[in-house]
């Protein structure tokens, strides 16, 4: 009968990350404490970056802060207790290959689907063996294999974008290989993957196109859309440490555009005056109920959801219904909540994401990165 708690047995389904015991799941939704306001109060912060430190003494006094999951508070104090001993330099690296980046590797359980939808098996000028730094000999042939079925799969509209795109910004954090003459790596093509499925919710030859969107991670989509699309205005809703590693590249990257928080901002008004004033504008969720109606043409949310209690999603799909004419996901085919009691979310069933009854749902497909991993478009009427 304690199994039937269980969403793989409740549901028949195959969580991303299968569930625990009862007695774990238990004790981690109900008994264990994951206080940050407290962990932070006896952190000592001498060799953290001195914005980083700001951001999240501004982000603890804010609504904000209890719209974070618990597992994203065990996350959020594990990452600081991993980089308040390193420079600067080395905490900001810390936060995105530890808090923000993975590599995905070529297993069957990621892809025994997806190479079915292989097209051309013929590539020239690739290294399959290249060593990479940080990655031993076994996982570096892996990670090749993968970014090379990932190239062949996407290598028209790879193509099309490769010399206009940022890739600078991926190369810093996920290793290059060379196909075809083009430096190629998985970060870059996680983004191509989602380009190309934003293009079938907007057209990016409309001026003055507004985006949003709902934690960013280090910058990677942004990058992609700002370097590829001139006159974007953008939004990033976020929370520390990742705002200040996505604020941090972009402003390293793009220092000729104007890049700004509203951290400090209460008033619609000023934070309004601020988005527009700027080409890239910050801020922390709860001012999300500052922004206009229908403000942006598209909303983001790339792998968050899944870290989010439900009544924060709900929270969240409210605000995205008032202020983007559409949105775009990006979530795992089933997973669970950690830290929870077996809550779980299935790409499937809209009630699970609190996806309002009138919006148009464009597409909800698998994507290329696993086999597990599925792309979601609204049009919100």
């Not at 003055?208 to 974007?232: K, M, P």
């Not at 609190?354 to 597409?363: T, V």
């Amino acid at each position: 009968m304690i199994n039937f708690f269980k969403p793989e047995n409740k549901f028949n389904i195959n969580l991303q990350s299968p569930s625990k015991s009862f007695w774990t799941t238990f004790k981690k939704a109900f008994l264990i404490k994951k206080d940050f306001k407290s962990f932070w109060k006896n952190l000592k912060k001498d060799n953290l970056p001195k914005e980083l430190v700001e951001i999240t003494n501004q982000f603890l006094k804010t609504e904000s802060y209890e719209w974070v999951s618990k597992f994203w508070r065990h996350c959020m104090i594990n990452h600081f207790k991993s980089i308040n001993k390193k420079s600067p330099e080395e905490a900001l690296e810390s936060i995105i290959l530890t808090d923000v980046t993975s590599h995905t590797y070529f297993e069957k359980k990621n892809f025994n689907n997806t190479c079915k939808n292989l097209k051309n098996y013929e590539n020239t000028n690739i290294n399959i063996f290249k060593k990479h730094k940080n990655l031993s000999p076994y996982d570096s042939i892996s990670y090749n294999t993968t970014t090379l079925l990932y190239y062949n799969l996407k290598k028209e509209f790879t193509k099309s974008i490769y010399k206009r795109i940022n890739r600078k910004f991926y190369s810093q954090y996920s290793p290059n290989i060379e196909i075809d003459n083009l430096e190629i790596n998985q970060h870059l093509m996680y983004t191509i993957s989602e380009l190309e499925r934003l293009q079938k919710i907007i057209d990016f030859n409309k001026k003055d196109i507004r985006i949003l969107e709902i934690g960013a991670g280090y910058g990677r989509t942004a990058n992609a859309i700002i370097s590829l699309h001139q006159g974007v205005k953008y939004v990033i809703a976020d929370i520390p440490p990742t705002i200040f590693a996505s604020m941090t590249n972009l402003k390293k990257h793009y220092p000729n555009l104007k890049i700004d928080s509203a951290f400090n901002l209460g008033n619609s008004n000023d934070i309004n005056e601020l988005i527009d004033e700027n080409d890239v504008t910050f801020i922390f969720p709860h001012q999300l109920r500052q922004l206009g109606n229908k403000k942006f043409d598209l909303a983001l949310m790339i792998g968050v959801s899944l870290e989010m209690e439900p009544r924060d999603i709900k929270r969240y799909m409210n605000f995205i219904n008032i202020v983007s004419n559409n949105l775009y996901m990006k979530v795992f085919e089933f997973s669970g909540l950690p830290f929870s009691f077996y809550k779980v979310y299935r790409h499937n069933v809209k009630s699970d994401y609190f996806i309002h009854d009138n919006w148009e749902e464009l597409f909800n497909e698998v994507g290329t990165e696993t086999d597990f991993m599925y792309h979601l478009g609204y049009k919100i009427k």
